[in-house]
């Protein structure tokens, strides 16, 4: 039963508060002042504080701060019937979870307590994954649930999903693209007790904004034109398991709302039904974007960020761990070898040298792309430098090469940059243009003229 101190200096609205939280379960203190509220707190701290404003020795703001300078496990409230805009910001600065006007409504003053509630639950037990993966100190294998690493960064990754993967925590995945964060999803799934239902990807930022509602939730017959029968939607066909939804940075506000219900409630509404079912579904995150910021400029919810990022795992880029470049090259080069049916190939030491100067800007994928054409291209029995795509042949990154030739021409500089991420990009996925297009965020129709202006085919 969850405790909570009630500090008012009005006996007839602790009578009332009393009187209201005991029907919810709760065990209520009373405290007439800040002064007494702080005495008790510190000989037996209740999970809640729910304090006015306005009280003699000492009020609710300065309570507030009192509790937090002090790191007591308390959840403070305020509330006031002198409540202004600036009071509010006041009492969250000083450290309080929520604000209350009054009078207030009794349906308000258990929601609050109630979100309050959760939130604490979330925090104990990411304090609790966080205290478990620092306990493990022996070091996992090199290679772990389909992921090759010897680097630490990667290494301390590891050890996040082997202590995690059990619970149905969201997780949300950081990083620069092609740095594996499906991979990682994937090991999370495998590794818990939902291995056995399906894991499904969802790419959000490669499914139109249109269509990426009825793809999630699926729709009834006759939710819209075209809709002739039932179509179920990913949450349903990850019932059980594990969905993965990529790119979640890209997904629209009117499905951010939605999502944050699926993420709170544990249910779901297909396009055109009249009636909520429960999902049970744990939701895995990816982005390369800074969420953060697209919080602060309103681009993403605040509510859903902050159900996103319960647990981060962040992933570092391949130039941060140049110890595990040659370690993935001759994983690609033993696949490679394997799938296109050629004897067992060697590196040569210039290509070695050149794997582990080049900065890898698109990370793990450009890696297994350029062992896959360098398969392919050889002719002896060893890959050397030359049988590298031109740019990583050269030892470092073209625009960082075109950059230190001393051109100072802004025009020519824009025009060679804007040239050469096009063609990554589109070497990257593999020609899809569509693709591309949202990886270099510019329009469709504008990636199409610029092909043709730099004679890109």
Known sequence: MPRILVVDDEPNVRKMLRALLSKHDFEITEAADGEEALRLVQDQPPEFVLADVRMPKMDGIRLSREIVARDLPTTVIVMSAYGTVETAIEALRAGAYDYIMKPFRTDEVILTLRKAEEREQLRRENRELRRRASAQSAQLPLEFAGLLARSAAMQRVFKTVAKVADYKTTVLLLGESGTGKELVARALHERSGRASKSFVAVNCGAIPETLLESELFGYRRGAFTGAERDKRGMLDEAEGGTLFLDEIGEIPGSLQVKLLRVLQEETMRPLGDTVDRKTDVRIVAATSRDLAEDVRSGRFREDLYYR???????????????????????????????????????????????????????????????????VVLAEGERITAADLPGRIAEGRDPIKAFLASGELSVKKTERFVEETLIRRALDETGGNRTAAAKLLEISHRTLLYKMKEYGIH
């Open 308 to 374: 996103l990022n319960v647990l981060t795992v962040e992933l570092p880029p391949l130039r941060a761990r140049k110890e595990d470049v040659l370690i993935l090259a001759e994983h690609f080069l033993d696949r490679e070898c394997s799938r296109l049916g050629k004897k067992r190939l060697e590196l040569a030491p210039d290509a070695r040298r050149t794997l582990l100067d080049y900065p890898w800007p698109g990370n793990v994928r450009e890696l297994e792309n350029a062992i896959e054409r360098a």
